[in-house]
């Protein structure tokens, strides 16, 4: 009896080892499916993405990735994805300049290409600049033909450059369409159109990558006055400046400000380290947003008559959410962000629209061009992603996620470390992060700010130009698409920069991420900052209030 027990034990035993076989290979069989159902519509997505490639214009092909190039060796070394940095010179703006660059950097937009002294270009040039010593010698030495394109109809703006030897009554100064210079008074009373000469910066040269803030020019300590001082550390690093006036800044304030060297009212020698990395933002973003070259040289154009394009590159940001409401809540952050121009492509990925959402739209519509997009729910999120983009059209892309904080300057903050970082990739290493099993905010990976990184940023902050996105796209899985995409964008020789943590606040919560893990995960290694959920703390005042941000 025993033995037949033991048998029918076995043979039960054996059923179940059997069952749990077959189970464990379909499994297989279907994540195999999966895999290959994944990787056949990427291909097709591919292909259908090369055939319009090929159909469009060579001028618009160009900027886009070759499809038709040789296959690399394993041997070769990766090629590089990155462009040049974008020059501050005016894109399609011909300038004929008649001028010895007497105020630094400020010209260096409007040198034209076949050189400064472009007199024989004049019929060509979408706008004539000379400066006063030029200008006398001019009427020297080419009264005639200067003066015959003065007189002709219609003629291409003239913006002069006063010192102040330039006289006022010549008949040429007349017939100025603007006055740019520092003692531009007496212009006023002749009628000419004149603009102050405010300093600028020039960001290929006063960044703060890579350059820890040197000490000033010890003649520009005299122009410190009226409580104004530099704090210095024991080598003699500049650690701060405390400017009581920023409305006339001299030009090597501006240019410490552009290094990210904290500028504060007063106190700042009592700051911590947190809050002099605010200053530091804050001095930073001032700098960028009212003071580089091409802003300059965009202004000056503008007041002569010239009509250009904003230089600012357009953005687009980008939301793919299968959570209608929490997405409304992003969008109107997004709504609320300083940088333009700016677009929105937002995509519902399985799910539709609520009255929220709908609402939301309607509000975003209003204000920014915005997309909106309908994704069934066997997308995977990077296929989204990449059909997002594609209705998209941004020079710059920033990937919005519908469940953390975004202060009003994270776009634009972001924009500026593209600018002066040259990177392919820039967001988010040290970042603030609720966790809300804790109910804490903390501070992870404090190190990485403002600085290059081996590895990934936080996928919800990354801003990608649109080059590296064309050159790479992102992989068609339902997570990891961020470390992912950065990998292979890395590979093809793009860098991935690590800005400010300001401006962002990551929500951990107990559920709903595609990155499982344990609350513990996010406390490891962290500076605590505050209890409870303040994400508000996180966003950097401006440093000059009542200064339109573009």
């Keep these: 009896m025993e033995n037949e027990e033991d048998r029918v034990e076995e043979l039960e035993q054996l059923l179940r080892d059997?069952?749990?076989?077959?189970?464990?290979?379909?499994?297989?069989?279907?994540?195999?499916?999966?895999?290959?159902?994944?990787?056949r519509t990427r291909a097709e997505e591919r292909?259908?993405?090369?055939?319009?490639?090929?159909?469009?214009?060579?001028?618009?092909?160009?900027?886009?990735?070759?499809?038709?190039?040789?296959?690399?060796?394993?041997?070769?070394?990766?090629?590089?994805?990155?462009?040049?940095?974008?020059?501050?010179?005016?894109?399609g703006v011909m300038v004929a300049a008649a001028a010895g660059d007497p105020h630094g950097s400020l010209l260096a937009p409007?040198?034209?290409?076949?050189?400064?002294?472009?007199?024989?270009?004049?019929?060509?040039?979408?706008?004539?600049?000379?400066?006063?010593?030029?200008?006398?010698?001019?009427?020297?030495?080419?009264?005639?033909?200067?003066?015959?394109?003065?007189?002709?109809q219609g003629r291409q703006p003239l913006v002069l450059f006063a010192d102040a030897t330039t006289d006022a009554d010549s008949a040429w100064v007349a017939q100025a369409d603007l006055v740019v210079g520092e003692d531009i008074g007496r212009f006023n009373a002749i009628g000419i159109p004149t603009m102050p000469l405010v300093p600028s910066f020039d960001p290929s040269v006063d960044n703060p990558i890579g350059r820890a803030p040197s000490p000033l020019d010890p003649a520009a300590t005299s122009d410190f006055r009226d409580g104004t001082g530099v704090l210095h550390s024991a080598?003699?690093?500049?650690?701060?400046?405390?400017?009581?006036?920023?409305?006339?800044?001299?030009?090597?304030?501006?240019?410490?400000?552009?290094?990210?060297?904290?500028?504060?009212?007063?106190?700042?020698?009592?700051?911590?380290?947190?809050?002099?990395?605010?200053?530091?933002?804050?001095?930073?973003?001032?700098?960028?947003?009212?003071?580089?070259?091409?802003?300059?040289?965009?202004?000056i154009a503008r007041r002569a008559g010239l009509d250009i394009r904003n230089p600012q590159p357009h953005a687009t940001a980008v939301l793919v959410s299968m959570r209608p409401d929490q997405a409304a809540t992003a969008l109107d952050m997004v709504r609320h962000q300083t940088y333009r121009p700016l677009s929105v492509v937002v995509g519902l990925h399985g799910?539709?629209?609520?009255?929220?959402?709908?609402?939301?739209?309607?509000?975003?519509?209003?204000?920014?061009?915005?997309?909106?997009?309908?994704?069934?729910?066997?997308?995977?999120?990077?296929?989204?992603?990449?059909?997002?983009?594609?209705?998209?059209?941004?020079?710059?892309?920033?990937?919005?996620?519908?469940?953390?904080?975004?202060?009003?300057?994270?776009?634009?903050?972001?924009?500026?470390?593209?600018?002066?970082?040259?990177?392919?990739?820039?967001?988010k290493g040290a970042q603030f992060t609720y966790v809300e099993a804790e109910d804490r905010t903390v501070l992870r990976r404090q190190r990485e700010q403002e600085t290059f990184l081996g590895g990934s940023p936080t996928g919800a902050t990354m801003l990608i130009q649109r080059h590296i996105w064309e050159q790479v796209g992102f992989p068609h899985r339902p997570r990891q698409v961020d470390v992912l995409f950065t990998r292979a964008a890395r590979h093809n020789g793009s860098q991935v920069y690590a800005a400010s943590p300001w401006e962002f606040c990551y929500v951990r919560t107990a559920s709903s991420h595609t990155w499982t893990t344990a609350p513990e995960t996010f406390l490891a290694g962290t500076d605590a900052m505050w209890n409870g959920f303040s994400p508000e703390r996180t966003v950097v005042p401006d440093l000059v209030q009542g200064l339109p941000a573009q």
């Design 18 to 39: 059997e069952r749990a076989l077959r189970m464990r290979a379909e499994s297989r069989a279907a994540e195999q499916a999966e895999k290959a159902s994944i990787w």
């Design 47 to 91: 292909a259908d993405r090369i055939q319009r490639l090929l159909a469009e214009p060579k001028r618009r092909r160009g900027r886009r990735a070759r499809s038709d190039q040789p296959v690399r060796a394993a041997a070769e070394p990766p090629i590089t994805a990155e462009k040049p940095r974008r020059s501050s010179r005016l894109a």
């Design 110 to 152: 409007f040198a034209a290409e076949r050189g400064v002294d472009a007199l024989e270009s004049l019929a060509e040039a979408d706008l004539v600049v000379v400066d006063g010593p030029n200008l006398r010698r001019l009427e020297a030495s080419d009264a005639t033909s200067f003066a015959e394109w003065l007189g002709l």
């Design 235 to 299: 080598d003699g690093t500049i650690v701060g400046i405390e400017a009581a006036d920023l409305s006339q800044p001299p030009e090597w304030l501006v240019a410490a400000a552009a290094r990210g060297v904290p500028i504060s009212g007063a106190n700042l020698g009592n700051d911590s380290p947190l809050e002099l990395s605010r200053a530091s933002t804050a001095a930073r973003r001032w700098a960028y947003r009212h003071h580089t070259t091409t802003k300059r040289a965009a202004e």
């Design 351 to 427: 799910a539709n629209p609520t009255p929220e959402f709908t609402k939301s739209v309607d509000r975003i519509g209003d204000v920014l061009p915005t997309v909106v997009l309908e994704f069934p729910e066997r997308f995977s999120l990077g296929e989204c992603l990449n059909r997002a983009i594609d209705a998209s059209s941004g020079e710059i892309l920033t990937k919005i996620d519908d469940d953390d904080f975004y202060g009003p300057a994270h776009i634009e903050d972001g924009v500026q470390a593209i600018e002066y970082s040259g990177a392919g990739i820039v967001g």
